[in-house]
């Protein structure tokens, strides 16, 4: 699977921004995905995860009410809403996928097969 992100930016705090990322090389409506950033010094930590078919979403506590996850399968795409951003949301997202198999959704990067190569969202204060 070849994932391609896009759609980071610089932004002010408050403001939004909506990541894509579009797959290709595989059935994308067989794929579980999540979001996953990076800061400097910092560990890759999780953001959020969507199930094959789109019914099953899990964000962590720290964008909850903030970011959304979403898919559409008929264009081999998945999103990331971003609202209310803050210096803290600052990284490098990556988007992943895992050949999981199952309509769920995987909160751990280490389940994850394939990545992107990552799109830079700086959040300024």
């Known amino acids: 699977v070849q994932l391609v992100e896009s759609g980071g930016g610089l932004v002010q705090a408050g403001g939004s921004l909506r990541l894509s990322c579009a797959a290709s090389?595989?059935?994308?409506?067989?794929?579980?995905m999540g979001w996953f950033r990076q800061a400097p010094g910092k560990e890759r930590e999780f953001v959020a995860a969507?199930?094959?078919?789109?019914?099953?979403?899990y964000v962590a506590d720290s964008v909850k009410g903030r970011f959304t996850i979403s898919r559409d399968n008929a264009k081999n795409t998945l999103y990331l809403q971003m609202n209310s951003l803050k210096p803290e949301d600052t990284a490098v997202y990556y988007c992943?996928?895992?050949?999981?198999?199952?309509?769920?959704?995987?909160?751990?990067?280490?389940?994850?097969?394939?990545w992107g190569q990552g799109t830079q969202v700086t959040v300024s204060s």
């Open positions: 992943a996928a895992t050949p999981d198999g199952r309509d769920r959704v995987v909160s751990s990067s280490n389940n994850y097969d394939f």
């Open positions: 090389g595989r059935t994308f409506s067989r794929l579980p």
């Open positions: 969507i199930s094959r078919s789109g019914l099953i979403t």
